[in-house]
């Protein structure tokens, strides 16, 4: 079984920095997806951001980034030029690859609350 | 709009009164998935459903059925709620195939109090 670990209950950036969410976990899988969602107040499920294992290059997307380490099994997020709107809980999430194509449960971890302020 | 509803959005129910909590998506996907989400512990998968009339348990089954009879719809089933299930509700859902993983679809959640 695949267990996903956020160590970081609560977290607090000023509008404009760079905040740094952390995230590990444990499998014996060797292909396998990674995700950060963004849950904002109104409690939508968003996806911010995906990771293929078996890409060494890490993901983009504008203001976000990830730091993957696959042997380390560690996979942070990294937000740039935070913004008010970025107030949220994010959750670091593990998807196994099915060979056989099917669609496959997410596991997730206990969630980051990130609090943006001027 | 490609998109998963779920209704109710809040229910306050008593324990032992059945309930069914609805999901319906319009994206024609064939898996369909439901979560609780509780503070501390994240969200944890409840049952899943790979295509109609497939379904099975997730991590945390007990006290919930469901059934899938239709494509775009997966309703949740409290038989005779308790306490315990008192949580956020999210019902999702995605593609199925080769590659990539599809990306899931949430709903909006459902927040079911059980007293």
């Known amino acids: 079984a695949q267990t996903v670990t956020q160590s970081q209950p609560e977290m607090s950036v000023q509008e404009a920095e760079t905040v740094t969410l952390s995230c590990t976990y444990d499998t014996s899988e060797s292909n396998y997806y990674l995700f950060w969602y963004k849950q904002p107040p109104s409690r939508q499920m968003i996806l911010v951001i995906r990771?293929?294992?078996?890409?060494?290059q890490n993901a983009t997307e504008n203001r976000f980034s990830v730091n993957f380490q696959k042997a380390a099994k560690s996979f942070s997020l990294k937000i740039s030029d935070s913004q008010l709107g970025d107030t949220a809980m994010y959750f670091c999430?593990?998807?196994?690859?099915?060979?056989?194509?099917?669609?496959?449960?997410?596991?997730f971890g206990t969630g980051t609350r990130l609090q943006v302020t001027l | 709009e490609a998109q998963v509803t779920q209704n109710p959005r809040y229910l306050i129910t008593v324990t032992g009164k059945k309930l069914t909590v609805t999901c319906s998506q319009n994206m024609n996907h064939e898996y369909m998935s439901w979560y609780r989400q509780d503070p501390g512990l994240g969200l944890r998968q409840i049952y899943y459903s790979m295509n109609v009339e497939v379904t099975d348990k997730g991590d945390v089954p007990e006290g919930y059925k469901v059934s899938r009879k239709e494509k775009r719809n997966f309703p949740l089933i409290l038989e005779s709620p308790s306490p315990n299930q008192t949580s956020l509700y999210f019902c999702a859902s995605s593609l199925r195939g080769q590659g990539l993983p599809y990306e899931q679809y949430f709903g909006p959640g459902t927040r079911l109090t059980v007293t």
């Open positions: 990771q293929e294992a078996y890409k060494q």
């Open positions: 999430a593990f998807m196994k690859h099915e060979n056989t194509g099917t669609a496959s449960k997410l596991t």
